[in-house]
Nanobody, 121 residues
Framework: QVQLVDSGGGLVQAGGSLRLSCAAS????????MGWFRQAPGKEREFVVF????????YYSNSVKGRFTISKDNAKNTVYLQMNSLKPEDTAVYYC??????????????WGQGTQVTVSS
């Protein structure tokens, strides 16, 4: 059983930064990827970024490319999402997830509980 605990959300002004964390435990397939998704009220869950479990080959959505950076601490089994130059449209609940590959949330089997990010204008 895989467990994910995501944290680090909060309230920040536009242009500010936040760093989200996702601590993973349990048996995770080395071929898996760790992803971040977000969901704003009334909207579908949106892909943000994923990284391979080995920590290589990040893939970003166009909406966050150049502003967000994903990284992984293999010793701690923790993935981080550094979010810079935040915009009000980044406001959402952010979820980390472990899955097979790609940007489709249906391909992800395990999910964190979510952490709220609110960006004020």
């Amino acid at each position: 059983q895989v467990q994910l605990v995501d944290s680090g959300g909060g309230l920040v002004q536009a242009g500010g930064s936040l760093r989200l964390s996702c601590a993973a435990s349990g048996r995770i397939d080395s071929n898996s990827v760790m992803g971040w998704f977000r969901q704003a009220p009334g909207k579908e869950r949106e892909f943000v970024v994923f990284i391979t479990w080995s920590g290589d080959m990040p893939y970003y959505s166009n909406s966050v490319k150049g502003r967000f950076t994903i990284s992984k601490d293999n010793a701690k089994n923790t993935v981080y999402l550094q979010m810079n130059s935040l915009k009000p449209e980044d406001t959402a609940v952010y979820y980390c997830a472990v899955g097979k590959y790609g940007s489709n949330p249906l391909l992800y089997d395990y999910w964190g509980q979510g952490t709220q990010v609110t960006v004020s204008s």
